[in-house]
């Protein structure tokens, strides 16, 4: 089985199976990410204690990068701090624009390089991240009007 199948093989199984799919009561951060050029749809469900994602889980639907791209996502992040998250995050765009991570290996994400040959799938690929990225910044203190 050469790389290629092998990453394909991944992709798949993560789409049909995806892990630490499901709600997660004790989030401190939640938020929904919307790809209306795919239809892809998720929901994140994120624990972050003293700047690190102790614990995520998502829900939603969508095409199988998609899917696998948050299931993935989840594993590789659950424990990291944040500044870790998005340096992350800056080398997963780089690996699925540019084909090839610039300078960390990126272990599983390693699968998402093909998607850098089909441009349309980028944001299918990086939905999830960008969703983490809002969910981790946005304010959690309630919106008031004064
Ligand atoms: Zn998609």
């Known amino acids: ?17 995806p892990r630490n799919f499901g709600a ?6 939640c938020q929904m990410g919307h790809n209306p ?4 749809k998720l929901t994140l469900y994120v624990v972050e204690q003293q700047g690190v994602v102790t614990d995520i889980k998502f829900e939603g639907a969508g095409c ?7 299931s993935l996502m989840t594993e590789a992040i659950k424990g990291k701090k944040i500044d ?14 540019e084909g090839k991570a610039a300078t960390i290996d990126l272990g599983k994400l390693a699968v998402f390089g093909g998607v850098a040959e089909f ?4 944001k ?22 004064e």
């Open 84 to 97: 870790d998250i998005e340096k992350l995050f800056s080398e997963f765009h780089h690996l699925v624009t």
């Open 24 to 29: 997660l009561s004790t989030a401190n951060h």
């Open 119 to 122: 441009p349309i799938r980028v």
């Open 64 to 70: 199988a990068i998609s899917v696998a791209s948050a």
């Open 37 to 40: 050029l795919c239809g892809d």
């Open 1 to 17: 089985m050469s790389l290629r199948e092998l990453y394909q093989e991944m992709i798949i199984d993560h789409g049909r199976a």
């Open 124 to 145: 299918c690929a990086t939905l999830a991240w960008h969703t983490l990225n809002a969910a981790l910044h946005n304010n959690s203190d309630p919106v008031t009007t």
